[in-house]
Every structure is written in C-alpha cells, then in structure tokens.
C-alpha cells in the first residue's frame, strides 16, 4: 500500500513516519514524464493512516510534512483538478483548485 509501514522486499524493520509520507507521495501521487509526483494534500491521511484517518491523522502528520517542506523533500504546489494533469479529487469538479504535495527527484551525481 502506498503508505505501508512495512518494508517491501528483503529490507526488514518499520517505516519512519517521513518514510510513510515520501512513499505515499511517490507511489499514489501523479507522476509526469520527468519523474516528479504529486498528491493532493488532503489524500495523504488516508494513504498513511488508513480509510478513516480523518482530521486527527491529518494533525498528526502536519509535524512530518512541515519538516518534509522545509528541508526541501517536498514542496506546495497549487493545481487545477483535470487540468495539471491531476485527477484529484476523485469526486472533485474540474477546475477546482487543489493544493498538492510534490515530490522532485535529485538528479544523480
């Protein structure tokens, strides 16, 4: 699942909460041709947390996501449901506005 707190493969031990987050963003988000994922920001709860995370798993995860954004993980974007190539909310009207998480990746050295 997308915000599993197990470890795919022969990796053992949990996932961080950080862990959780950049995983859900990665593997639920919209991803575009050079690489980089978005989720909508309020998607992210139930992908950690479960279904019913609700407002308390979105609380508890504004700490995580606030030190994700300062150190440049991850950043805010606005954007436009069946327009930025979002499809978010899945209930959502086109053209509404949306507010994602988005993840770019580093380039190799």
Do not use: F, K
């Not at 690489?35 to 504004?62: I, Q, S, T």
């Not at 436009?80 to 994602?100: E, I, K, Y």
């Amino acid at each position: 699942a997308p915000g599993c707190a197990r470890r795919s493969g022969n990796a053992r031990g949990p996932l961080s909460l950080r862990e959780r987050v950049l995983r859900a963003v990665r593997r639920a988000g919209h991803l575009d041709p050079d690489g980089v994922a978005a989720l909508p920001r309020d998607l992210l709860a139930d992908l950690v947390y479960g279904r019913d995370a609700g407002a308390a798993g979105a609380n508890a995860l504004e700490p995580v996501v606030d030190a994700m954004l300062a150190d440049g993980t991850l950043t805010i974007e606005a954007a436009v449901a069946g327009v930025d190539g979002l499809r978010w909310p899945p209930t959502g009207q086109p053209g509404q506005q949306v507010t994602a998480l988005v993840w770019h990746p580093r380039p190799a050295h």
